[in-house]
């Protein structure tokens, strides 16, 4: 199974800074890396697919990058609604596993 | 409008059984990969179960492989997933995923989620 391991656990930062946020597979993935965004209440979105495509309606601030092991989701300038949790999940192999998520919260 | 809307979670003792549903809309189901993914209470996601468009190919995480059972009816558009033998530890959040066409593994649409919670 591959663990992926996101850091930080919590990513204290205020509206208009920029957020860089790490997910680290334990062996390669290639590019297949997802990030997904969840607010308390609701289900997980879809952002980013194969590392660093945008998922429709996602806005240009979100950006991923990275291939192998190692991949960042960077938020530009933070919104209000960009508060969450985000998650990366791998869909290289069986089991799909995510990764344990990063909390960005209000500085 | 996608929409998947899940229902059946509810209390169940533990050693019992469930049965899940998600009712899909607003896309044809028959052309799509679905999963069922988990999210224990104030923990993260968890991947559950994949079915491939056909519902030929079927795999499962090892902590329900044996007890759980993913199924589909694309002429009903529906996903189903019989949960058996259940523990504490599924007690969670059941969402319907639907893969990305053609991925099997990104999750594009998510239902609201069904609560199972598995105690005596």
């Known amino acids: 199974e591959i663990v992926l391991t996101q850091s930080p656990a919590i990513l204290s930062l205020s509206p208009g800074e920029r957020a860089t946020l790490s997910c680290r597979a334990s062996?390669?993935?290639?590019?297949?890396v997802v990030w997904y965004q969840q607010k308390p209440g609701q289900a997980p979105r879809l952002l980013i697919y194969d590392a660093s495509k945008r998922a429709t309606g996602i806005p240009a601030r979100f950006f991923g990058g990275g291939s192998g092991t190692d991949f960042t989701l960077t938020i530009s300038s933070l919104e209000p609604e960009d508060f969450a949790v985000y998650y990366c999940q791998q869909r290289i192999n069986w089991p799909r596993t995510f990764g344990q998520g990063t909390k960005v919260e209000i500085k | 409008e996608v929409q998947l809307v899940e229902s059946g979670g509810g209390l169940v003792q533990p050693g019992g059984s469930l049965r899940l549903s998600c009712a899909a809309s607003?896309?044809?189901?028959?052309?799509?990969?679905m999963n069922w993914v988990r999210q224990a209470p104030g923990k993260g996601l968890e991947w559950v179960s994949y079915i491939s468009n056909s519902g030929s190919a079927i795999h499962y995480a090892d902590s329900v492989k044996g007890r759980f059972t993913i199924s589909r009816d694309n002429a009903k558009s529906s996903l189903f997933l019989q949960m058996s033998s259940l523990r504490a530890e599924d007690t969670a959040v059941y969402y319907c995923?639907?893969?990305?066409?053609?991925?099997?593994?990104?999750?594009?649409?998510w239902g609201q989620g069904t609560l199972v919670t598995v105690s005596s």
């Open positions: 607003g896309f044809t189901f028959s052309n799509y990969e």
């Open positions: 062996q390669s993935v290639d590019t297949y």
């Open positions: 995923a639907r893969a990305r066409r053609y991925s099997a593994g990104d999750f594009d649409s």
